[in-house]
């Protein structure tokens, strides 16, 4: 951290350092043993070439400015503590997180959809708590939500890099609101996650008798019914199958396929339609346009879990399977037909073979099967060729 020579009275300007490579320039404020803090957004640049000096010289202009007029309003007012904290130490937490995503906006940064996930487990553990309230005591109970609670979408715990991730976020952006006045909360009060670490999501899907009965078995919700099959069928995940188009399912040589752009990875994958597929497209209208929705689902995977869990129970079949499960049931049969790992990598539109791979081990099953079936076809020839040591007397 390093002090600038403006020093005069109790407001001093500081810099900070950010990972790639810039400093942020704060106003220091200390008065009777109290110390505050603002954040200009302001950012000091490396100097490479002589441009970047002479904005950096701008920059530091700036700041002084704006601290000369912090003076003035000091001196005129009094040394007061509100006048760095303006009012907003009251701000909700989760109103505060959506004004600083505003202001990364603003600078042109990327959106970082963390942000949007840190909010949603904020308002499942407390969404109502203040930024001057939050401590070591919310951290730990945000932690504990983290670690324990199962994914809406796969039924699994998250895993390590899951809660690191949304960690991370959350004390990046308390660390802000501390540098700026409106909290008193460093990441050194983030609670350890050493071996807090969830096993990879545990892959369960049908097996293709399984699929077989789940087709004839009646389900009690059509939504839920066509949603899964035509996962089975394609792959497609749930964020990618309730924004598919008409657009997207384009005729090639008289054969359908899904062309789509995949929110997750952001790669186009294309889908061949094969009979399941087709079966439980619905129809389209004569007057829909090619904007409009193939599929009418709901916003989240909540109830088409609960009307599935149902379906699956009906069918006879012993398994915990999610709306995820459709998923891993189309890698399964694709490997399972004899479809190589490079097709099974483009149907899935994974971006390396890893991912791919991670769907073999639930074929281990089989590989034991068919060893099983080689000791039956050898076993008889295996007895004739043996000679038995007789046992000496």
């Not at 500081?14 to 603002?38: A, C, D, F, V």
């Not at 907003?88 to 995503?101: E, P, Q």
């Not at 998250?158 to 960690?167: D, E, G, N, T, V």
Request: hydrophobic content about 35%.
């Amino acid at each position: 951290m390093n002090d600038f020579e403006i020093t005069r009275e109790k407001i001093i300007i500081r810099t900070r350092p950010l990972k790639n490579g810039n400093q942020s320039i704060y106003l220091e404020m200390h008065h009777e043993g109290k110390r505050s803090t603002e954040c200009l957004h302001l950012y000091l640049v490396p100097e490479e070439t002589e441009k970047d000096k002479k904005q950096n010289e701008l920059t530091m202009l700036a700041a002084q400015n704006i601290r000369a007029q912090r003076y003035k309003e000091a001196t005129r007012k009094g040394f007061s503590h509100d006048l760095l904290e303006r009012d907003d130490t009251d701000t909700k937490l989760v109103d505060y997180i959506k004004l600083y995503c505003d202001r990364r906006k603003k600078m042109g940064k990327p959106k970082d959809r963390r942000y949007d996930t840190l909010i949603y487990w904020i308002n499942k553990v407390a969404p109502n708590i203040r930024l001057h309230d939050v401590n070591r005591i919310f951290a730990l109970k945000l932690r504990d939500a983290l670690v324990n609670t199962p994914s809406e979408v796969t039924g699994d715990l998250l895993r390590k890099s899951s809660i690191q991730s949304i960690y991370g976020v959350f004390g990046h952006v308390m660390q802000q609101a501390t540098d700026e006045g409106k909290a008193n909360f460093r990441q050194a009060l983030l609670p350890t996650l050493k071996g807090l670490g969830q096993p990879k999501h545990t892959r369960n899907p049908l097996t293709f008798d399984e699929l077989q009965k789940l087709i004839v078995t009646p389900c009690r919700n059509e939504k839920t019914r066509t949603a899964f099959l035509f996962s089975c069928a394609t792959g497609l995940r749930w964020t990618d199958l309730k924004r598919l188009k008409w657009k997207n399912v384009v005729q090639h040589d008289e054969k359908w396929q899904v062309e789509i752009l995949q929110s997750k990875t952001r790669r186009y994958v294309y889908v061949p339609l094969n009979k399941l597929a087709m079966s439980v497209l619905p129809k389209r209208s004569e007057d829909a346009s090619k904007e409009d929705l193939v599929f009418d689902l709901y916003a989240g995977t909540n109830s088409i879990n609960a009307y599935l869990e149902e379906w699956i129970e009906a069918a006879g079949i012993d398994k915990h399977i999610s709306y995820y499960s459709g998923r891993h049931t189309f890698a399964t049969l694709q490997y399972e037909l004899g479809a190589s790992l490079s097709i099974t990598q483009n149907n899935l539109g994974h971006c390396d073979m890893e991912s791919t791979m991670g769907y073999t081990h639930i074929l281990e099953g089989k590989k034991l099967q068919v060893t099983d079936k080689i000791n039956e076809m050898f076993a008889e020839r295996l007895k004739k060729r043996i000679v038995w040591e007789k046992p000496r007397k």
